[in-house]
């Protein structure tokens, strides 16, 4: 085999592994470039939301696979009108709960997450909770 010939193979070769590694890839969820919309409210400080939308990147991140979060949002007056999910999941009070809703796109890995495959979903929502004003915000659902 000439050196030509080897190269040739070795590129080959390297091409290979490099398609098996973007089909094998991350099996998170995209959050590399998600743009934040928010303003302080009468319940939440802007530091408050912020440590919120953390909160739902971080679970995104961490399951759905083939996505690509947009946008994440936050609206008081929409909050409000979910006051019904706060009564479910036995919060009474200010600052224990709060709702975001958000914006991404599916490629065609996503079809494994229960998504459809090159999708956008608009207005997902996410229900996150807190026991107190100083402790962390978890994600307790999301949906629609």
Not at 3 to 12: D, E, V, Y
Not at 29 to 46: F, M, P, Q, W
Not at 102 to 124: I, K, V
Request: hydrophobic fraction near 40%; charged fraction near 25%.
């Amino acid at each position: 085999m000439n050196r030509k010939t080897a190269l040739i193979a070795i590129a080959g070769a390297f091409a290979a592994l490099g398609i098996l590694a973007a089909l094998v890839g991350p099996s998170c969820g995209n959050v590399k470039s998600v743009e934040r919309i928010a303003r302080a409210t009468d319940l939440y400080s802007k530091g408050d939301i912020d440590d919120a939308f953390n909160a739902v990147e971080s679970e995104f991140a961490s399951g759905f696979k083939g996505c690509t979060l947009d946008e994440l949002r936050y609206d008081d007056e929409v909050e409000s009108k979910f006051l019904d999910e706060m009564l479910a999941h036995g919060q009474k009070g200010k600052g224990d709960l709060i709702v975001v809703l958000s914006e991404f796109t599916t490629n065609w890995r996503a079809a494994d997450e229960g998504f459809s495959p090159n999708d956008r979903y608009e207005d997902w929502q996410w229900i996150l909770t807190r026991p107190s004003q100083d402790a962390p915000w978890k994600v307790v659902d999301w949906g629609y």
